[in-house]
């Protein structure tokens, strides 16, 4: 008989996990049937009980339909087979099966660190990735033909690997792998072998040969287990019960148009009746809510940005999506956007080290206005310093991408290009950043970009007309990056960690370029 080829999904279980049942949810509705005696290990299967629901789709199809089958259902069944192997419990889920298991059950990563452990670095098939500089931003890469990590696009400062999928370098082993918390195998394997195959996965997940390849993983990971997000949350608890919120504040968790926004509403604040603040305080939210705050309270309330020119809502998100909270626990973690992660302690150090490097700029702007739109900073600041010139807006097409770009919001006649983002959001300076790099990349790859640029500069004054040089390979101009933030903020150590590692990825990257850049904090009053 020719050898079975099949998939499988399997979990391993927590250590403390002591018997199969414990691995169940409390209302799961299974019934239980023991590996018989012969099998060379031990092991428990649950089958889920049968449940038989009317497709959502079938009312619509009756309405005009001749003499449809009305007593359609759905049959969702499911099982999981629990092993025993090398004193560890796997669960094999079946079906729907999955739905049967605690979520505080099984080991977070185990799939993907398998896979890291095994797989071929040149033969991936598919990449899952986060980008943490934006939590919100996920993303999965395939390719048509089994490669390296490097054929993926991916920027090991920034992104997160949730999954991957690969060729192992062990045949026997498996002939596909795919894993996050969970792992996908296709292999040849009868009933009698799955001991056995856990028992070689388990070697696996404790090895670390993926460090040889993939070692920057462990620099970031995303928190998935439930009893540790508790634990963060009781902290972040605590630190907004006690008003202790030295390293908490608000802030929008996506990228937004300051331009269309008037203020915020937070909780309690009504629209039409309500004075919309300038700005997200944390302080603010937390006088008026006498209460103590709790866990549904942060994910129930709003806070609603409201339009500049009148009092419609253009954004809304819940508090907790707002919150950036860094707390070290040995190592450290941050909630951002509403997720929390883990972070490496010396790629944290690390990063920070390299940011506070960045040299302060020493062109003096003027204070910010609370409620103060960019836009209307920068024409107030290029108003008070002739050696200003204003180029917000200013654009710059590109040639051969189709799109155009800012050289910069202020240049400052010393030859510094200065770029200007209001707020701390991680997702909003890592923008910032990015700009003052692409600036500098197009201004010294295309000189149709460079002549544009300095013609424009050159309609703003004779002063300003050797802000750049004509030369091509000229790099005598500055890059400045200016934060409006509130007064007695420090800068950058008091930006948060994804908006500090994503300046540090900038920044390497402008130090590449031999362009030299800085970083200001401009006061907002």
Same mark, same amino acid.
Not at 158 to 169: E, I, K, S, Y
Not at 263 to 269: C, Q, V
Not at 310 to 318: A, C, G, L, Q
């Given at each position: 008989m020719a050898a079975t080829t099949r998939q499988f999904t399997i979990f391993l279980l927590k250590a403390d996990v002591a018997d199969p049942q414990g691995a169940l949810k409390p209302d799961a509705r299974v019934t239980a049937h023991a590996v018989r005696q012969r099998l060379p290990f031990t092991g428990t299967c649950f089958?889920?009980?049968?449940?038989?629901?009317?497709?959502g789709w079938l009312p619509l199809l009756i309405e005009g339909v001749e003499n449809p089958p009305e007593d359609l259902r759905n049959a969702s069944n499911g099982a999981v087979l629990v092993v025993r192997s090398s004193g560890r419990l796997f669960a094999f889920a079946f079906g729907y099966g999955r739905a049967l298991l605690r979520p505080d059950a099984y080991e977070r990563r185990f799939g993907l660190r398998v896979v890291l452990n095994t797989v071929d670095p040149k033969r991936l098939r598919s990449i899952d990735s986060q980008t943490f500089e934006d939590l919100s931003l996920q993303s999965k890469r395939q390719v048509s033909q089994a490669s390296g990590v490097e054929e993926f696009g991916l920027d090991i400062e920034?992104?997160? *690997?949730?999954? /991957?999928?690969?060729?192992?370098?062990d045949p026997s082993l498996a002939k596909v792998l795919s894993g996050s918390d969970a792992l996908a195998v296709t292999c040849v394997a009868e009933f009698k072998d799955l001991a056995e195959k856990c028992a070689a996965l388990l070697r696996a997940y404790e090895s670390t040969d993926y460090k040889a390849a993939f070692e920057w993983i462990d620099h970031i990971e995303p928190v998935t287990d439930p009893d540790t997000i508790r634990d963060l949350d009781a902290r972040l608890l605590a630190a907004l019960n006690s008003k202790r919120v030295e390293h908490v504040h608000l802030s929008p968790p996506q990228v937004i148009d300051w331009e269309r926004?008037?203020?915020?509403?937070?909780?309690?604040?009504?629209?039409?009746?309500?004075e919309p603040r300038p700005e997200m305080e944390i302080t603010e939210l937390l006088s008026s809510r006498p209460e103590p705050l709790t866990r549904e309270a942060l994910k129930s309330g709003s806070i609603r940005a409201i339009a500049s020119d009148?009092?419609? /809502? /253009?954004?809304?998100?819940?508090i907790y999506d707002c919150l950036v909270f860094e707390v070290r626990v040995n190592p450290l973690y941050v909630l951002s956007a509403g997720d929390w992660s883990r972070i490496d302690g010396g790629y944290a150090d690390g990063v920070r080290k390299r940011v506070e490097k960045i040299p302060k700029c020493r062109i003096v702007l003027v204070d910010a206005k609370a409620g103060e739109r960019e836009g209307d900073y920068n024409r107030r600041a290029a108003k008070s310093d002739p050696n200003l010139a204003l180029m917000d807006k200013q654009l710059v097409r590109v040639p051969g991408t189709g799109t155009s770009i800012e050289i910069c919001d202020l240049a400052h006649k010393s030859g510094s290009l200065l770029h200007l983002k209001r707020g701390r959001a991680s997702s909003n300076l890592s923008h910032l950043w990015m700009q003052g790099v692409m600036s500098a990349?197009? *201004?010294l790859a295309d000189s149709s970009v460079r002549d544009a640029a300095r013609k424009k500069l050159a309609s703003k004054g004779a002063r300003f007309s050797s802000v750049i040089k004509k030369a091509q390979d000229d790099r005598s101009f500055r890059v400045g990056f200016g934060l409006l933030v509130p007064a007695g903020t420090r800068v950058p150590q008091d930006l948060p960690f994804f908006s500090?590692?994503?300046?540090? %990825?900038? %920044?390497?990257r402008l130090r *590449?370029?031999? /362009?030299?850049?800085?970083l200001r904090a401009i006061d907002v009053l």
């Open positions: 089958f889920r009980d049968e449940r038989r629901n009317r497709p920034r992104d997160m *690997l949730r999954a /991957v999928t690969g060729q192992p370098r926004i008037g203020g915020f509403l937070l909780p309690g604040m009504r629209k039409g009746s309500s009148s009092d419609s /809502v /253009v954004y809304e998100w819940s990349e197009a *201004l500090q590692a994503s300046l540090a %990825h900038a %920044h390497d *590449l370029l031999k /362009v030299r850049a800085s």
